[in-house]
């Protein structure tokens, strides 16, 4: 699956607490994103990333911040988790040289806030 | 920025039927417009996709369809099988910024047996 991985996969953390969530890409895509899925919301962008230290912000990314340090990994943390930020996240890549358009999604992460 | 709308919000039919989804979008500039399928659990996966300048690509029992004059597009399943029941999402770019997408809300699809 376009060798991009999530960690953790499920995690359940209590209100008040940091966060962070990792994206691993192995196809050296230029870009990198965050979502949020929730039910009737469907995919919301939080942050994205157009190379190395370059990110800006998405439609939700009040309460994230994101870091690129390396083209293989781009993190999202929540600075002070609320139960609001309960979702399903996923990571994307694209601008890969066969289809530079399409996007590639992570297999998500699971987010509970108590 | 891009404003995307997806209807219907649910679908249901019968197995061999066709089902429709629509979709519009509001940048008259946008150029590609991918459909993505989402199973329960799992990740959202490319299954189709059409660029500006052409109004029509089929794969096997999907299609799309682009009417750039209106600014919408459609994606269209034929001879349904309970495997096609999922959670479909369209898409359309957000401007020149990032490769960035903006995606529909999603439709539903429940395939009678």
């Known amino acids: 699956d376009a060798g991009i991985t999530q960690s953790p996969r499920h995690k359940v953390t209590e209100t008040g607490t940091p966060v962070t969530l990792r994206c691993h890409q192995t196809?050296?895509?230029?870009?990198m994103y965050w979502y949020r899925q929730d039910p009737g919301h469907g995919l919301r962008l939080i942050h994205y990333s157009y190379g190395v230290k370059d990110t800006d912000k998405g439609e939700v990314s009040d309460g994230y911040s994101v870091s690129r340090s390396k083209t293989e990994d781009f993190l999202l943390t929540l600075e002070s988790a609320t139960s609001s930020q309960t979702s399903v996240y996923f990571c994307?890549?694209?601008?890969?040289?066969?289809?530079?358009?399409?996007?590639?999604f992570g297999p998500g992460t699971r987010l509970t806030v108590l | 920025g891009e404003n995307v709308e997806q209807h219907p919000s649910t679908l249901s039919v019968q197995e061999g039927d066709s089902a429709v989804i629509k979709c519009t979008y509001s940048d008259s500039a946008s150029n590609y417009f991918p459909w993505y399928k989402q199973e329960l659990g799992k990740r959202p996966q490319l299954i189709i996709d059409i660029r500006s300048n052409v109004g029509e690509k089929k794969d096997q029992r999907i299609a799309v369809t682009l009417n750039k004059t209106a600014k919408h597009f459609s994606l269209h399943i034929t001879e349904t099988q309970p495997e096609d029941s999922a959670v479909y999402f369209c898409a359309a770019p957000e401007g020149n910024a990032g490769n960035m997408l903006t995606f529909g809300g999603g439709t539903r699809l429940m395939v009678k047996p």
């Open positions: 994307a890549i694209s601008g890969g040289q066969d289809s530079y358009n399409e996007q590639f």
């Open positions: 196809e050296n895509h230029r870009y």
